[in-house]
């Protein structure tokens, strides 16, 4: 549609008949030339990446699709499903579940890091010392420093996984170090080892890719809906409608432990 006084602008999809260009690019062109983290930073950031930078965005969408029926947001998902709800509000149900302490925890922990980097900087001190002086700020305003901290695991193998591939593209800088300083001032600080989780992890790895603090909790979302999807189905297909659903009765029986170089 031509500019007039009564258009507002868009810059990210113009869609013609017969015609669908993502930031400039044709959407059919795209298919099955771009995996789906080099489109996702098309669409957020403007512009196709490296390959090895789509290739670390499609991990981090991996590493979070799934986490089993405990995590509240399947809990969530599977509550809905459980009462009849059509698919878009299961998947509805389980995002709302998405918050602060729950994989929303992407934003605030870079937030967090870029102050450590930042101070750092600053004073031209180490990341272990700037981590602890923040540190000591959140623990004066007894506020939990978002991306640390696990109920299941003590050492995610989604963290290690995520700074290898992301030392491997060349992209590991100091916010990936920050963030291992905040995890051993975390420890220096209670004495208690509150892990590097995959929230945090994620958050490093996006200021490396220099995302924009606003859109980071929505790769979670996003790659997260995917597994509520899962999760509503199964609810769906294999349980008594309206059950009494507890977390952390249930017990896997899916395909034994296998390797992907068995395929
Ligand atoms: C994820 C989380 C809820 C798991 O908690 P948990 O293992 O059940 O641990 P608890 O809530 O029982 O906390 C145990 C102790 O560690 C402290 N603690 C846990 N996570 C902490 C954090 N991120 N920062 C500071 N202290 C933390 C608690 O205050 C508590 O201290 P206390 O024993 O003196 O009261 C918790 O670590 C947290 O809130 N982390 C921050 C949010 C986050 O990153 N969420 C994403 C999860 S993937």
Redo the contacts with the bound molecule.
């Keep these: 549609m031509p500019m007039t006084d009564n258009t507002w602008n868009t810059a990210i999809t113009d869609v013609k008949a017969n015609e669908i260009r993502l930031r400039g690019y044709r959407i059919d062109e795209l298919m099955g030339r771009v995996d789906f983290g080099q489109a996702l930073h098309l669409l957020l950031r403007g512009e196709l990446p490296e390959e090895k930078v789509g290739r670390l965005m499609t991990a981090i969408l991996v590493s979070s699709m799934d986490h089993g029926p405990g995590a509240p947001s399947a809990h969530a998902a599977r509550n809905a499903a459980s009462t009849g709800a059509p698919l878009s509000a299961c998947v509805a149900s389980g995002v709302l579940a998405i918050n602060?302490?729950?994989?929303g925890?992407i934003e605030d922990?870079a937030r967090a890091l870029e102050q450590v980097v930042g101070l750092a900087d600053e004073k031209e001190c180490s990341l272990d010392t700037a981590a602890d002086q923040v540190l000591a700020g959140y623990k004066s305003r007894k506020v939990?420093?978002?991306?640390?901290?696990?109920?299941v695991h003590t050492a995610d193998p989604r963290t290690a996984r995520l700074f290898e591939l992301a030392a491997e593209a060349g992209l590991a800088g100091r916010y990936i170090e920050a963030c291992k300083a905040v995890e051993s001032g975390?420890e220096r600080q209670?004495g208690?080892r509150?892990p590097i989780?995959?929230?945090?992890a994620i958050g490093a790895v996006l200021l490396e890719l220099g995302f924009e603090f606003e859109v980071m909790n929505g790769f979670f979302i996003l790659a997260r809906t995917a597994g509520l999807i899962a999760q509503a189905r199964e609810e769906t297909t294999r349980e008594r409608k309206m059950r009494k659903i507890v977390p952390g009765t249930h017990c896997y029986d899916g395909p034994p432990a296998r390797e992907t170089e068995n395929r």
């Design positions: 602060r302490f729950h994989g925890a922990c939990r420093v978002s991306g640390f901290g696990h109920r975390l209670s208690k509150l989780n995959v929230d945090g």
